[in-house]
């Protein structure tokens, strides 16, 4: 009877350690302040952004994917750049995964964020900082919004676009070639009409490792001034 005492204060002495040192983890990992300009280029590229070689296809990737290799572990290839995954953009074609968006996700608390993040088929955490993880949740949490259909106004677009964005893209918006496989310049009125949401994105929170600078917390844009650009932008040619 002495010595199943002895065994069971062991364990409970154990299991104190350890919720002690997970209370601790979880108390160092919220102390850290994510970024979320950042948190939106890591949804983007965040391999990238964080500067991670990744082999092979990720673990969640489905195997009838398209998209096998590097690309498979971008958040945006499952989840979409309009964050709804399957129900969105990427519900058919090449990107198809039949993976759920994140949107609804940014009613989750950090805590779970976290967990869901650094464990598990995930597991973040072998790759990204402490910082990136916590960018990524602020991400998740504040930056997303639901892809609006309503039409921008193009006369106040082409202001905005004059004002922050001709003198790096061009006054034609054909100073960078997204997508060289094809003939001619693929510019910004281009990547406007042939992706919109991946457009907003950009626009709100730049591209991964570039000057590009969010239209949202830079230039301190409206989720309407957003549209008026997007507007402005598919009229290029």
Same mark, same amino acid.
């Given at each position: ?71 498979? =572990? ?6 979409? =750049?309009? #964050? ?29 964020? #976290? ?5 598990? *088929? ?11 993880? *916590? ?50 310049? *693929?510019?910004?009125? =281009? ?13 709100? =929170? ?25 507007? #402005? ?5």
């Amino acid at each position: 009877m002495k010595k199943l005492f002895t065994v069971v204060t062991m364990l409970v002495v154990a299991c104190l350690i350890i919720s002690c040192d997970l209370s601790e983890a979880s108390s160092q990992s919220s102390n850290v302040k994510g970024d979320l300009v950042k948190g939106g280029q890591l949804y983007d590229n965040w391999p990238q952004v964080s500067g991670v070689k990744t082999e092979g296809s990720h673990p969640l990737y489905p195997a009838t994917g398209k998209k096998q290799g590097g690309s498979s =572990w971008r958040c945006k290839e499952c989840h979409g =750049w309009d #964050y709804v995954g399957k129900d969105g953009r990427y519900a058919k074609g090449s990107h198809f995964t039949g993976i759920t968006g994140t949107l609804q996700a940014s009613q989750t608390s950090p805590e779970k964020l #976290y967990a869901v993040l650094t464990t598990g *088929q995930h597991d973040f955490g072998q790759y990204m900082s402490e910082v990136d993880i *916590q960018s990524l949740i602020k991400f998740v949490r504040e930056g997303q919004v639901a892809f609006s259909k309503e039409a921008g106004d193009i006369t106040n677009g082409q202001k905005i676009f004059d004002a922050n964005c001709s003198s790096c893209h061009g006054e034609d918006g054909n100073n960078f070639d997204f997508n060289g496989k094809k003939d001619g310049i *693929q510019g910004v009125g =281009w990547l406007a009409n042939d992706n919109p949401q991946e457009s907003i994105h950009k626009y709100r =929170w730049g591209h991964p490792n570039a000057d590009m600078p969010s239209m949202v917390v830079d230039a301190k844009l409206s989720e309407k001034q957003i549209l008026d650009l997007l507007a #402005y932008t598919q009229t290029l040619k």
